[in-house]
């Protein structure tokens, strides 16, 4: 029997190959940034993620030209984007739906639902001078039940959903208010959210992955904050007893992907969508950058690949997931 000689190999992709996760090497921001990567061939979905966008400037603008460039150079379209919270700061008055939200975020380049969740500043009054006033998740939700042909999905304060369909799903998606602040959910609330979390888990899915989806990271490398145990106790039950492959999070304007001993979900914050960033530790529990840009999914049966992107459209960070919970570093 002849043997076929190994096919030489390039020294990066020696570095690909050997570089499964660890934290160390998680942490390694010395590998080079190269354009994202758009093809993935013809199965699949794609899904797009960003948090704390709503700051009406340039910034925004910035991110959201991003994200439409790199969606129009995908072979499919994308299913949904992923709006991590904080989606206005400032005075809301209504007309910032159509030039902060609709003409925003090019429906042309990115025609999919964007399902929503609260950040603390969406806990803000609208300020329109009236007494009472609503707040802005009032107005927010009062949005999508108006405009059901809008973009614009939010349909509660907590929610869940399955992607592409119900039925022959790929992603659980278990979308969470994590405004546990003084002022914000109110302790009734906050009964009803642990219960409704308990019982979508206990469903069950088809789906080979599951992921949380809230505003506040419970763990974090941004330098002005530490991990927020409050948070935590909202999801560490779900994160410790059931297979959740990702807790997506934004809330630190930053982009982050950390592993966290004794749990193991990818923690990631994508909370670079426009407002001003904040600075990062350079930490072993992960990669961290302080950039404005956004996520990149792609998830079949097999795996997730994830790519943090930043507004020239490079790759700052990549790898894939596999429904095992072993991770690979890929860039």
């Known amino acids: 029997m002849s043997l076929v000689p190994p096919v030489p190999i390039t020294r990066r992709e020696a570095i690909r190959r050997t570089l499964l996760f660890s934290s160390s090497l998680l942490a390694a921001n010395w590998l080079p940034a190269g354009p994202a ?91 329109y001078g009236h007494s009472p006033e609503p707040a802005k998740w009032e107005v927010q939700l009062d949005y999508a039940r108006q405009h059901p042909q809008s973009r614009w999905k939010c349909p509660a304060k907590w929610y869940a959903l399955e992607l592409p369909q119900a039925g022959r799903p790929l992603l659980k998606l278990i979308v969470l208010d994590s405004d546990v602040q003084e002022g914000a959910l109110t302790p009734q609330e906050k009964v009803a959210q642990m219960r409704f979390l308990e019982a979508e888990l206990a469903k069950g899915t088809k789906a080979p992955w599951t992921w949380l989806m809230l505003h506040h990271p419970p763990f974090t490398e941004t330098t002005k904050r530490r991990d927020n145990p409050a948070v935590l106790r909202v999801v560490e039950e779900a994160l410790k007893k059931h297979p959740i492959s990702v807790c997506l999070a934004g809330h630190d304007h930053n982009l982050q ?15 670079a969508g426009g407002a001003d960033r904040y600075e990062v530790n350079e930490s072993r529990r992960g990669f961290t950058r302080m950039e404005f840009g956004f996520n990149h999914f792609h998830l079949t049966p097999t795996e997730l690949r994830a790519q943090f992107i930043n507004v020239d459209g490079a790759c700052l960070h990549a790898f894939r997931r596999f429904p095992d919970g072993r991770v690979e570093v890929l860039t």
Request: proline content about 6%; aromatic content about 14%; some cysteine.
């Open 37 to 127: 990567a758009t093809d993935f061939g013809p199965d699949g979905m794609h899904l797009l993620a960003f948090g704390d966008f709503g700051s009406k400037n340039e910034n925004q603008a910035a991110v959201a030209q991003a994200m439409a460039r790199f969606a129009r150079q995908l072979r499919r379209p994308l299913t949904a984007v992923l709006a991590l919270g904080d989606n206005f700061y400032g005075r809301m008055v209504p007309e910032r739906f159509e030039r902060d939200f609709e003409r925003m975020y090019d429906a042309a380049a990115l025609p999919c639902p964007f399902h929503v969740c609260f950040g603390n500043h969406d806990y803000e009054p609208v300020s």
């Open 257 to 271: 992907h950390l592993k966290v001993d004794g749990y193991g979900a990818s923690f990631l914050i994508s909370g």
